[in-house]
């Protein structure tokens, strides 16, 4: 099994920008693929990307070029650092962790609790 522990959501201006973490626990390795998704009031989750191993890294089209998604192998943790907020970003935000891939909910078994980010105008 896999714990999953995100930080760092908090309220920040239109423009500005955010980290988000995902600290890993338990039978973690190389053969994990890390990602996040987030959800908004009365939507559904989405995918807004993810790091699978060796080298592949994933974005959605609406977060393409101002999100980016990193990984420290030693701390076990997961990054996305957030620029050029939108208003339409505000969400709940969910580290995720999967042994396979995909970009639905259902192809990710482990996930942590959710951060919320909230971006005001």
């Known amino acids: 099994q896999v714990q999953l522990v995100e930080s760092g959501g908090g309220l920040v201006q239109a423009g500005g920008s955010l980290r988000l973490s995902c600290a890993a626990s338990g039978r973690t390795g190389s053969n994990y693929a890390m990602g996040w998704f987030r959800q908004a009031p009365g939507k559904e989750r989405e995918f807004v990307g993810g790091i699978s191993w060796p080298v592949g890294i994933y974005y959605a089209d609406s977060v393409k070029g101002r999100f980016t998604i990193s990984r420290d192998n030693a701390k076990n943790t997961m990054y996305l650092q957030m620029n050029s907020l939108k208003p339409e970003d505000t969400a709940v935000y969910y580290c995720?962790?999967?042994?396979?891939?995909?970009?639905?909910?259902?192809?990710?078994?482990?996930w942590g609790q959710g951060t919320q980010v909230t971006v005001s105008s």
């Open positions: 995720t962790a999967t042994t396979g891939w995909g970009r639905q909910p259902a192809a990710w078994p482990y």
